[in-house]
């Protein structure tokens, strides 16, 4: 799965220098060839703050707006044709337009959207969730922020405690209970014995801080000196099995099952945030791939053909607390259109046939970039995890939250435009990792290994 370096030469003064130029050069290209994103920007900035939808999406000096996409293919304002292998922050493993979500977008409009009663779809839909991951129950909410911040909730009802612990560097959505240390600047990151806990965002309690802990992934001696310490006050361990907003970094081998046998000895809930992990890195996401099961799972994204849909479930006893006093709701919790198209999406599109397509591109897009990675001497590593997968400007694996700070982000910055100058759309930070769709074809991938091939050679040589 994970790649061993290549390279071993560090980013040393003349490579950081050569990506300094390519940077430039490339941004002044891009900025060139798309003044209409340019001038949808100056427009958006009236109206919408950063000019975007979701601060996630800022970028300098402006955003590429995308008007359309079909297949593996996205069309940005001016026009400009892209391989998308950002499919939306891993929510499009169906492709664009696929025609068999576009379907079942039009069946499901033409018998009513949404009517905030429960339909049979979403009963069915809510099953079939329930078999992929092995969750005796589930409720559904509409974004990957409301699953997280509801299982929370949930856990804090069934243990009568407050604190939540979490990994240090991990996002779990953008509510007041884990808004803290996603991707924190050194500066206050603390020490690794105690890692920082400054809240992320402006205008949350005050004193939220005191009801977080943080600790570092891969690291189970560590979990269990906090949870001997703090084990009484802790609700949950809420974790991605495999971290995905540093590129990717996965869990050691016996490291879940030990989180599993902590929190189980410590009564502290297991919660694993799927978010992106789920229907992309197996039919059952982490839970299968890694065979522990978690007390509750969050999943999001890659679930209902780009529409927002969202669930968190698991255990019974935990979750009949919601007919005990726990409150959950939503006005558009399930809707008949995100539960038929949802169905459709897990039943038609992500087949075990779609699966293997997946594991074949993704071994071969992480394959391809590794070659080119090693022939180039370029201090950087691939992952590859099913749909997901990405590079990593350092030479080995990460462990853990601290390794992500080795990466270079010049090398990063390089690379993003000189790929989107040629046709590959990819995530806008060195934090994220591409998604294949079950849409993407092989010559699809070998381009974009082609244009990578060319970057590395050109940030080598
Ligand atoms: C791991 C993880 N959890 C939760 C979320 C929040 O999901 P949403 O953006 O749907 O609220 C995200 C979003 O990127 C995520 O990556």
Redesign the pocket.
């Known amino acids: 799965m994970t790649h061993t370096i290549a390279g071993g030469r560090p980013a040393g003064d003349r490579l950081l220098g050569r990506a300094r130029e390519i940077a430039q050069a490339e941004m002044a290209r891009l900025l060139a060839r798309t003044p209409a994103s340019a001038r949808l920007f100056e427009r958006a900035a009236r109206t919408l703050p950063f000019g975007v939808v ?1 601060s ?1 999406q800022k970028m300098q000096p402006y955003p590429i707006y995308v008007r359309h996409g079909r297949g593996s293919r996205i069309w940005d304002q001016d026009g400009g044709e892209y391989l998308d292998f950002h499919c939306g ?2 929510a499009m493993m169906a492709g664009h337009a696929h025609p068999r979500i576009v379907e079942a977008i039009r069946e499901a409009a033409t018998g009513g959207t949404h009517f905030a009663v429960t339909t049979e779809a979403a009963v069915e839909f809510a099953e079939e969730i329930c078999r992929r991951f092995s969750l005796d129950m589930l409720r559904f909410t ?7 911040m509801d299982a929370i909730r949930v856990a804090r009802a069934a243990t009568g405690r407050d604190v939540v612990c979490k990994i240090e560097g ?5 509510h007041d209970s884990v808004m803290f240390s996603i991707v924190p600047n050194a500066d206050l990151m603390g020490g690794r014995d105690r890692p920082g806990t400054a809240p992320v965002s402006r205008g949350m309690v005050k004193d939220a801080a005191k009801y977080i802990e943080v600790v570092p992934f891969n690291a189970a001696g560590h979990l269990e000196r906090v949870f001997q310490e703090r084990g009484g006050e802790i609700a949950c361990l809420i974790l ?1 099995p495999a971290m ?2 540093v590129g990717i970094i996965l869990p050691r081998p016996g490291y879940l099952q030990s989180v599993r046998e902590l929190c189980t000895r410590f009564g502290v809930v297991l919660i694993f ?5 789920g229907f992309t890195i197996a039919p059952g996401g982490a839970t299968e791939r890694f065979g522990v099961r978690p007390d509750l799972v ?1 999943l ?2 890659a679930m209902a053909g780009g529409l ?1 849909a ?1 669930a968190f479930g698991g255990r019974e006893d935990l979750m009949r607390l919601i007919e005990r006093g726990v409150s959950q709701m939503g006005t558009y919790n399930g809707n008949p259109l995100v539960s038929r198209v949802g169905l459709v999406q897990l039943r038609e599109v992500l087949t075990a046939d779609a699966y293997r397509h997946l594991a074949r591109l993704g071994a071969r897009l992480a394959s391809g970039c590794q070659t080119a990675i090693d022939r180039a001497g370029i201090p950087a590593h691939t992952v590859d995890l099913g749909a997901k997968g990405c590079v990593s400007y350092r030479p080995a694996p990460m462990r853990d939250y601290r390794d992500f700070l080795d990466t270079r982000p010049e090398l990063f910055a390089a690379s993003y435009p000189w790929l989107l100058n040629r046709g590959i759309f990819m995530t806008p930070g060195d934090e994220e990792q591409w998604t294949l769709s079950v849409q993407h074809s092989e010559p699809d991938v070998d381009r974009y290994v082609e244009v990578f091939g060319e970057f590395c050679a050109a940030l080598g040589g």
């Open positions: 979701s996630f922050f891993g509409n974004s990957g922020t409301e699953a997280t991990s996002y779990h959505g953008h991605e995905m907003n945030d799927e978010v992106k992990t969050c999001a994204k927002p969202a």
